[in-house]
Each structure stands twice: as structure tokens, then as C-alpha cells.
């Protein structure tokens, strides 16, 4: 069995009626989904976010940023991984792990928990990147050792717009967001 990110777009005023177990919430979740529900959907990350989904491919990514960021500039790494970090995308050094924002949930199926006010925070903070130097600094890292898992800078820069454009569609209906691995 593959595993997978899911990022799932939901009004914070439900995340208290979530239920215990995953099982249940996939039935109450497909069943939303299959009404068209408003307050949990699918976070519309487009065509270039569904790398987001590919749990091995962003640990292949993790692996090559951990040994790469040493030859970065150091302003592109923290404020790149600072966002990447506190949606789930990227991990955590000392756990190696997904430690994304977790508030307001405690269950353990549920990987990260991010409130409206994070996600407005989140979004602030990726308005600020420099993208011509971070789409540099990965170009340059990427030719001294090659990722297999994204072509160059003008990729990354790509993930960074999708990653905004899912982030402004959940701050748009006023949801946080749920990540869940499996």
C-alpha cells in the first residue's frame, strides 16, 4: 500500500465534531465530498501542487535539501523551509518527520492541524520569499548535485505558486487545513 498526503480544506468551526479514528472520518469525509459540502473539501493546490501528495518523492526531496541547504544561502533555506516545514511538506530535523502546525486536534491520524489565522500567517510569510533568489540558490544546488525528483529552480518556484494558490482558496472560505499521511 502507497502512502500519501492528504490536505483537506475545512471550517475550523468543525474540527471539534472530528471523529476519533481515520476510518470514520474517510466515511464522513467521502460522504461530504459527494454532496459537495462546504466545510471539508480537497485543498485545490492545481495541476502542480499534486506533487504534494507523493509522500516518497517529497522524502527523496527531504533527503536532497537536507545534504543541499549547507551550500544555499541561508536566508533562502530558513524562510523556504519555514513554510514548507509548517504545512507538513518538509520535515522536521530532529524527528524527521512531518511536524506541521498542529492546534485544536489531538487525535493521532490527524499529521497537521492549521487554523484560518496560520494559514493567513503562512501566506504573509510566502508573499515575502525572494522567488528569483530562491529559484537561484535550488538552480545552483541542483547543478552541484542533481535531485531526481524536481528539474531545476523554475520547479521549485512552481510548487511555491501552488502551495500559495491552495493556501489563498482555503483562506478564501475562511477554513484552516487538515494534513493527513496514509
Known sequence: MSVSNHFISINWNK??????????????SNEAKDNNEEWLKDVPFGEEGQIFKYFTGLMDFQEWFQEARDSMDPKVVASFS???????????????????IKKDVEFEWVTGAIPPADILEILDRIAKLDIDETQKAFDAANEEN?????????????????????LKAVAEDTHGMLLVVG
Request: hydrophobic residues 40%; negative net charge.
Open 15 to 28: 474540527i471539534k465534531d472530528l471523529p476519533p479514528t481515520d476510518d470514520e472520518f474517510w466515511g464522513i
Open 82 to 100: 519555514s513554510v514548507f516545514t509548517d504545512v507538513g511538506i518538509l520535515y522536521d530535523d530532529e524527528a524527521y518527520a512531518p511536524r506541521p
Open 146 to 166: 542533481p535531485c531526481d525528483f524536481f528539474e531545476d529552480g523554475v520547479s521549485v518556484v512552481s510548487w511555491i505558486k501552488a502551495l500559495e494558490i491552495g
